[in-house]
């Protein structure tokens, strides 16, 4: 027979009546007994053997003539627990078969892990006359078995032990296994931190794709959660792929398998925020300079204005005396002309010394983040006031294009408002509220404060130039929210004042996305 015919493809050796094997030659039993690879041995009822396979003195060690007569408790060892003989009897005793694992010892003294079958053999009146036994030495399966298991345990320990959190997930992102410190950021974030992380990294991150990630795994990007009346959370999120064999039979002879992506999380909060603080504090010392700068802007600005409307004044008189050359008055006009030509200068002059506002280009932007780092400079005079503020952010927070620091001067300049505000109240609730919004094509802030309100007349007025309802003394010369509407206008956006007297002010802001 060749090596590729079927073991059943010649018709003629299969019996076509069970009846047909008791026609077989005995010794064809015996040399299918001698010749298995299973150690067998025949006992008679009292566990006597009285017949073994050559098998069985290869495993054992035993020659024939030294195991024929003796009793099968020869291959016991005694760290085999009684209870499992005890048991091993009980069941042969009720006339059914055996299978367990014993620790035998072979005639050298070495233990090896068998594998045993044990069939009691009755006669035509059911009384156990022998028993059958088959065994085979498992020690290497054991061993190999207890590895992977050690190994697993090992892994497990170690990967429960990691501070990075680690998920498996399936292709519908299902989640397979977890450790520890994943299952904290449950009680955390969200029921399902996974799909909360990757939903972020989508809103966040331009170039991450979901679904390829899952496909090819990617390197670790960072990602930012919000949580209201709390501090924010940062992660450092990558993913890796893990290919698993199909351990099924009929894949035996296939290479196919199951493809899971790895999800590394790794919580940097604690290092954001010292960044965060370092990057504050250069905020402040850069805010400073701004509004030192703001400040001689508007000082010369308003000087330009206030010598503007006399010069004017005199321009329009010396168009006059130039429609009446009947009078003579060339010694009028001549003064005119000097007192015009020496305020023009200064008008120049008074330009050229405007200092110019630094330039930045237009980049991604938290507004979650400028407004915290606002709040953080802002934090010693709100508690030098006694005024509670309430923040309310977006969890997932798209970033919108935007000037940084244009934005942080612009909120400030909106909280600065609101604290001043309060302050002028001088009673009642001292409460500023700031809450941010993901809209459908904008990101939506709004400023609630609890303070003095603005007139009803005066709302339509606070965007003018010069305009402030400030008392005289008070700083600044009422360009604050012009600034405010210009930097909303050069991000394309939208600001609007709602507010009425004794009442409080609320400040909407709104910022497209691109």
């Not at 039993?29 to 050559?54: C, G």
């Not at 360009?479 to 909303?488: C, E, K, N, R």
Request: aromatic share 6%; charged share 20%; with cysteine.
């Amino acid at each position: 027979m060749s090596r590729s015919t079927s073991l059943n493809s010649d018709p003629s050796s299969v019996p076509s009546e069970p009846g047909d094997y008791d026609q077989l030659p005995p010794q064809v039993f015996r040399q299918a007994v001698e010749q298995s690879a299973l150690a067998i041995s025949i006992t008679d009822a009292h566990a006597h053997i009285v017949y073994a396979n050559p098998a069985f003195q290869r495993v054992t060690g035993y020659t024939l003539p030294e195991v024929i007569g003796r009793n099968e408790s020869i291959l016991s060892y005694r760290v085999t627990p009684p209870i499992v003989y005890e048991s091993m009897w009980a069941q042969l005793l009720r006339q059914k078969p055996w299978n367990g694992l014993l620790v035998n010892r072979r005639k050298d003294g070495s233990r090896y892990l068998a594998d045993l079958t044990i069939t009691p053999v009755l006669d035509e009146e059911q009384n156990i006359t022998h028993y059958l036994g088959m065994h085979r030495d498992v020690t290497e399966m054991h061993r190999l078995e207890r590895q992977v298991r050690n190994q697993k345990t090992l892994i497990e320990s170690v990967v429960d032990a990691a501070q990075v959190a680690m998920v498996l997930l399936d292709s519908r992102e299902r989640v397979l296994l977890s450790n520890q410190t994943y299952k904290k950021l449950i009680g955390d974030l969200a029921p399902d931190p996974a799909q909360l992380l990757l939903s972020a990294l989508e809103r966040e991150v331009p170039a991450f794709d979901r679904v390829n990630a899952l496909a090819s795994g990617f390197a670790p990007l960072e990602v930012r959660i919000d949580r209201q009346d709390r501090e924010p959370l940062w992660f450092s999120c990558a993913g890796s792929l893990i290919d698993e064999q199909d351990t099924s039979a009929e894949a035996f002879y296939e290479n196919r398998g199951y493809r899971y992506m790895l999800l590394v999380v790794q919580d940097i909060s604690e290092l954001k925020r010292q960044q965060d603080h370092i990057r504050a504090s250069g905020l402040r010392a850069l805010l400073t300079e701004q509004e030192r700068v703001r400040s001689v802007r508007e000082t010369l600005s308003g000087a330009i204005y206030q010598l503007g409307g006399p010069l004017n004044m005199i321009a329009a008189a010396a168009k006059l005396l130039e429609r009446q050359p009947q009078l003579d008055q060339q010694a009028l006009k001549k003064m005119f002309d000097d007192v015009l030509r020496v305020g023009g200068m200064t008008l120049d002059n008074l330009n050229a010394s405007i200092p110019a506002l630094a330039q930045e280009p237009l980049q991604p932007v938290n507004l979650n983040a400028i407004l915290q780092n606002v709040l953080w400079i802002l934090t010693p005079r709100l508690l030098g006031l006694g005024i509670v503020v309430e923040w309310r952010p977006e969890s997932l927070l798209p970033n919108v294009n935007g000037l940084p620091t244009s934005l942080t001067m612009l909120f400030k300049q909106l909280l600065d408002n609101a604290i001043e505000g309060i302050d002028a109240r001088r009673q009642g609730t001292r409460e500023i509220s700031v809450t941010t919004l993901a809209r459908e094509d904008h990101v939506e802030v709004l400023i609630e404060d609890s303070g003095a309100g603005i007139a009803a007349e005066l709302q339509s007025r606070v965007f003018e130039p010069f305009f402030t309802t400030k008392t005289r003394g008070q700083p600044h010369i009422g360009m604050g929210l012009t600034m405010a509407q210009d930097v909303v206008m050069r991000h394309e956006g939208l600001i609007e004042i709602d507010s009425a007297t004794g009442q409080g002010c609320q400040v909407r802001v709104q910022i497209p996305y691109v």
